[in-house]
């Protein structure tokens, strides 16, 4: 589940040398100060148990993420249907990366929650999170896996994913990925992992495979749960996005742009004025 950084980039650059000019805006280096924290890191993923212990663990970890007091985050925007936070990694693999893992939580009124989810899993919705992305290479995996326990229809996919539109000069990025569909919960995760058919990983994998792959392996962790409310439904998020652009860069664009930008998307498909329009 990649993002189409290039692209929210090109966006941002006049809004954040405005805002810097002008001497308002706290830089990314000074956000979330004290805040603390983990993230799970790269697993390798050889066979069914490893991907089914790591989902299990990704389940885990994203429940203990939205579940963690807000003392422990700083807002990095705040309006009547959306809550965006961030901390820092302090613990684990990425404490080194200096890229801040963000939470999100936005109503969508009006919308019905298995439409939502199940809408965020099509090619369509995949495409919503990142425009740049291949129909085509949506619906292929390197491997696929029964996620046995999680209900019906739930499985997880071994995935590699490429960044698109990687500014010039810069190597290609792509993504190895175990995604997971538990549809019976409205839940979808993906996750950084190493696997074999993919010889290579993060410099932040504790051994790193030898491999004559010149490309760059991003990072990347997304999270997200639709829940039903009375009034429609409550879209949850968790991004954590390490391309290697560096990391003042990257938290801006997650931080204060990604999120609004896809709530305001799913507002005008799914939201109370998009269906009496």
């Known amino acids: 589940m990649m993002l189409s950084m290039f692209r929210v980039f090109a966006t941002a650059v006049p809004v954040i040398a405005a805002a810097l000019y002008r001497k308002i805006v706290v830089p990314p280096q000074r956000w979330a100060v004290g805040t603390t924290g983990g993230l799970i890191g790269e697993v390798h993923i050889a066979d069914e148990k490893d991907a089914h212990n790591f989902a299990s663990d990704a389940v885990a970890e994203a429940s203990a993420i939205w579940s963690e007091q807000s003392s422990n985050w700083e807002v990095m925007h705040n309006a009547s249907n959306l809550s965006v936070e961030a901390r820092r990694i302090t613990e684990g693999r990425y404490k080194e990366s200096g890229i801040l893992l963000t939470r999100s939580e936005g109503i969508i009124e009006g919308a019905d929650a298995d439409e939502v989810y199940n809408f965020f899993i099509s090619r369509e919705g995949l495409q919503l999170l990142d425009p740049t992305m291949d129909p085509d290479e949506i619906e292929k995996y390197i491997e696929r896996f029964d996620w046995k326990n999680a209900g019906k229809g739930a499985h997880l996919d071994v995935h590699e994913s490429f960044m698109r539109s990687v500014p010039p000069g810069m190597e290609e990025r792509y993504y ?62 968790v991004n954590y996005v ?14 204060k742009l990604f999120f609004p930008d896809v709530y305001d998307r799913l507002e005008k498909k799914f939201g109370t004025a998009s269906s009496k329009a």
């Not at 491999?211 to 409550?234: E, H, K, Q, W």
């Not at 391309?243 to 990257?250: E, I, N, Q, W």
Request: aromatic share 16%; net charge positive.
């Open 176 to 237: 190895i990925v175990l995604n997971g569909y538990q549809t019976k919960e409205r839940f979808f995760f993906c996750k950084s992992i190493v696997h074999d058919s993919r010889p290579g990983s993060s410099p932040y994998y504790h051994d790193v495979p030898e491999t004559n792959d010149t490309r760059v392996r991003a990072l990347n962790t997304f999270y997200f749960s639709i829940v039903p409310t009375n009034s429609g439904c409550l879209v949850k998020m």
């Open 242 to 255: 390490d391309p290697f652009f560096g990391s003042t860069a990257m938290n801006w664009l997650i931080g």
